[in-house]
């Protein structure tokens, strides 16, 4: 497998701006295209924004800010986005009919080469990786929302998956300052799995009066050193997400403790999703959603 060079990233959203951004970052030559131009427009102001502040925190110089951006080209459409690309990250909404449908394209408009990689938190890689002619190529590679912050990278690897596609995506996880971990493609992976069920657990708890909303997160970073606690996790990462993945992991492993808490449905039901839309578990202030 040659060196990756080129990186694409399907979607810019939530995480495939900050995967874009990490990527340029680590010197690669950078594709990100979205279906949504404002999306797609929003996400260059989110890296401009990311890198400003690393900027004003003295973490990174305004040379080598300047040098990560002008590495990012936003491309609108998906087949030019990726011709060239020697690894593809697909960061698109969590479904898998939408996920299959968008590796069958790449499997046809990429070159066999490539490394194709799914950023899913807990769909099947197998099923999203037979949707192509070559599987090998195939594996998960879970960033962690703030992408830009989080260390962790989860690489999922399927019955199919290549070897040496394993180590070229750790190599560049690794150049991305990232910590990689190798889970085996099972439902909900180690992450979501683990997380999911303590943020479940959390909702419940809620639900029942037990505590409050930061009395629960405060047990949980003063008495198990969590940097953050389960409620306002989940609203980082979205309820509507959360309720996708417990739905997902309750049905495929057949498991109580992933039934979604009717406190969860309830909040989705009404629109608060958490910190995207301002308010979830906790109120969101404007100045905290940039």
């Known amino acids: 497998m040659s060196r990756i060079q080129q990186v694409a990233v ?6 495939g701006h900050g995967i874009a951004q990490v990527a340029a ?6 594709r990100i295209t979205d279906a949504d131009e404002r999306v797609l427009a929003r996400a260059h102001e989110r890296i401009q924004g990311n890198l400003a502040g690393a900027v004003r925190r003295e973490k990174l110089t305004q040379t080598a800010a300047d040098a990560a951006l002008s590495r990012i080209v936003a491309v609108p459409n998906v087949t030019e986005a990726v011709r060239q690309a020697d ?5 698109i909404v969590e479904n898998l009919q939408a996920k299959r449908d968008l590796f069958c394209l790449l499997d046809q408009v990429t070159s066999a080469e490539t490394v194709l990689a799914t950023n899913t938190s807990s769909l099947s890689v197998g099923q999203i990786a037979a949707a192509t002619g070559n599987p090998a190529r195939v594996l998960g590679m879970h960033f962690f929302n703030p992408v830009h ?3 962790l990278v989860e690489l999922v690897v399927h019955s199919h998956t290549d070897n040496d596609v394993l180590a070229s995506t750790r190599a560049v996880a690794i150049s991305m300052g990232k910590t990689p971990i190798v889970v085996r493609d099972t439902p909900g992976f180690a992450s979501s799995r683990l997380g999911l069920a303590l943020g479940l657990e959390a909702m419940r708890m809620l639900e029942a009066g037990v505590a409050s909303a930061e009395d629960i997160d405060t047990a949980m970073q003063l008495g198990y050193g969590h940097p953050m606690g389960p409620l306002r996790v989940s609203d980082l990462v979205g309820l509507d997400v959360r309720l996708q993945i417990a739905e997902y992991l309750h049905r495929e492993l057949d498991a109580p403790h992933f039934r979604p808490p009717e406190i969860l449905r309830d909040k989705v039901r009404r629109g608060e999703l958490g910190k995207k839309v301002g308010k979830g578990f906790y109120e969101w202030s404007k100045n905290q959603l940039s």
């Open 25 to 30: 970052m680590a010197g690669f030559a950078t």
């Open 10 to 15: 399907i979607g810019a959203g939530t995480m």
């Open 87 to 91: 690894l593809v990250i697909e960061a």
């Open 149 to 151: 912050i989080m260390r």
